[in-house]
């Protein structure tokens, strides 16, 4: 080690603390799911669901929105087949939102299941 270099401290209590906890990890899973579903239309959220955007190609400044930006947008998902795209890039966004929740809630039960072999039901 240099003699200029700042000497290194490391927490004493670094691993005394559980890193993964299952249960906030459920917690976490849980809202992602609210949102995903609330993304396809399965809430009490009435904005931002897939089913609300027209299919036919035509995107109105109604579903992004009144301001100028909002305008702009519907104005190009609205013309040459923008909309159809913009649809389809959605709904692999949902069902991408919708995989990582599951990861989230299956690496909970993965580490749960560990705990529970290494240390026990306790």
Known sequence: MS???PEMKV???LFDARENSPSSMRVIAQELKSTYDALNGKSERPNG???Q???GGEVSTA???QWNDATR???VL???NAGRKFVEVYEKFI???EEVADAVDASAQNHDAARRTNEGEA
């Open 78 to 80: 609205g013309s040459d």
């Open 95 to 97: 069902k991408a939102f």
């Open 73 to 75: 947008l519907a104005a």
């Open 11 to 13: 927490d004493p209590n």
């Open 53 to 55: 955007i027209h299919r």
């Open 63 to 65: 579903q992004f929105g």
């Open 3 to 5: 003699e200029n270099a």
């Open 49 to 51: 669901n897939v089913h």
